[in-house]
């Protein structure tokens, strides 16, 4: 069983759309990361959320962690076609980070 | 200032044969990791090194694979040998300390036929 559960695992959606990838468990976490990797590339660090109900924007990726601290979304306004890659969350124990599976997202120009 | 560095990037390999990765970490960060990412799946931790020191190798299937970092700079993870199973993109990341930000190399994909 997944530590932590992302959906949908694939998203395909045409330049200037919107889309939303959500990250979630049963589990309560102290903090949560977002990751992009992109083809042929290491995972990159997105955003760290830290606080339940904390919403972080970076540029126009707005990243929301649950109040339950439990879950986690990403949503991108006005895709690009280099918004296209592999989006990870993960949640760190000490130094062990532990990733999800992760959402798939193509952004078709 | 240069990232990680990994080599080679791709490696194709008959089952049985051995397979070595390199990894150099970003300069002065003294905690390496290796991971391994299945197709569809997120990185899993292999082994973690402190300086040269192998801290945590738990997840390490010490039947087939080792590791090494002997100056506690660059290291290498080896296969021997390697099972068609082993197909996968093996990462390295560095850290300055184990709660900083893990940097990513580009990974090695290795392809086991």
């Known amino acids: 069983t997944q530590l932590l559960e992302q959906s949908p695992q694939f998203l395909s959606i045409q330049e200037g759309e919107n889309l939303t990838v959500y990250c979630n468990s049963s589990s309560v976490f102290s903090s949560l990361q977002w990751y992009r990797q992109e083809p042929g590339e290491g995972p990159v660090l997105l955003v760290t959320?830290?606080?339940?109900?904390e919403v972080k924007k970076l540029k126009r990726l707005t990243f929301q962690f649950g109040d339950a601290r439990k879950d986690s979304s990403l949503h991108i306004t006005a895709a690009q076609t280099g918004d296209t890659g592999l989006y990870l969350c993960?949640?760190?124990?000490?130094?062990?980070?532990?990733f999800g599976a992760g959402t798939t997202v193509t952004v078709r120009a | 200032e240069a990232g990680v560095v990994q080599s080679p990037r791709y490696k194709i390999i008959e089952k049985k044969q051995p397979v070595a990765f390199w990894c150099n970490p970003i300069s002065g960060h003294n905690t390496l990791y290796w991971y391994l990412q299945n197709l569809g799946q997120g990185p899993e931790l292999l082994i973690r090194?402190?300086?040269?020191?192998?801290?945590?190798d738990s997840q390490l299937p010490k039947d087939r694979f080792s590791a090494e970092r002997l100056k506690g700079v660059d290291s290498t993870l080896k296969i021997q040998p390697a099972e068609l199973g082993d197909s996968a993109v093996y990462l390295c990341?560095?850290?300055?300390?184990?709660?900083?930000?893990?940097?990513f190399g580009p990974g090695t994909r290795l392809t086991v036929l």
């Open positions: 993960a949640v760190r124990n000490d130094y062990k980070l532990s």
């Open positions: 959320v830290v606080t339940g109900g």
């Open positions: 090194y402190e300086n040269e020191e192998a801290v945590d």
């Open positions: 990341a560095s850290s300055l300390g184990t709660i900083n930000e893990q940097f």
